[in-house]
């Protein structure tokens, strides 16, 4: 099976450079017919889907180890069950499958949801020494009288520690 990059590179190949089924097989070294097939054929290859079959899958058992999982997730990680108690517990319910069958699918299931959240989430990375400047308002008390004054803040989120300076305003021109 070829890899879309593969068969995208025939297409062009064929449509774009007119190059002929025989020199395409050569330079791409596939066979004349799988040439043929994707640079004058309008089909592109589908990714097969291959649905888990077993205990697990197809029972009780799988929805119950997921909502356990799901369950467990709201607790503190000290008080969540472990592979082993889950085993036990499937047993005590009438579980036939073994050890290692709920160990795989609790490991499957926790790599989906790693995965499900690192399309969600971007990690934020904060390098020792960046810092993030920005001009704000604070209040600042003089004679007894509340003022706005406007303030340069810069602030480093690796150690969380922030300075701010007063300056007579936000913009850079200097006023006399």
């Known amino acids: 099976m070829l890899a879309m990059s593969e068969v ?7 449509n774009e450079k007119g190059l002929s089924i025989t020199e395409i097989a050569k330079i791409m070294q596939v066979n004349w017919r799988t040439a043929k097939k994707y640079g004058d054929g309008d089909q592109l290859p589908q990714e097969k889907t291959h649905l888990k079959k077993g205990m697990m899958y197809d029972g009780k058992w799988g929805e119950i180890v997921v909502d356990w999982l ?19 517990d499937l047993v005590k ?6 050890y290692r069958t709920v160990f795989n699918f609790i490991q499957e299931w926790k790599v ?12 934020l990375a904060h390098p020792e020494g960046e810092a993030q400047v920005d001009f704000g308002i604070m209040e ?37």
């Open 112 to 123: 989906a949801q790693e995965e499900e959240a690192d399309k969600v989430h971007e990690r």
């Open 140 to 176: 600042a008390v003089q004679d007894g009288e509340i003022l706005d004054v406007h303030a340069l803040v810069m602030s480093f989120p690796a150690s969380n520690t922030a300075f701010a300076v007063p300056m007579p305003s936000e913009s850079n021109k200097r006023t006399i």
């Open 93 to 98: 319910e009438g579980f036939q499958g073994s």
């Open 70 to 88: 799901e369950e467990d997730l709201k607790l503190k990680k000290k008080l969540r069950r472990k592979n082993k108690k889950i085993f036990e």
């Open 8 to 14: 995208n590179c025939i297409k062009t190949l064929r």
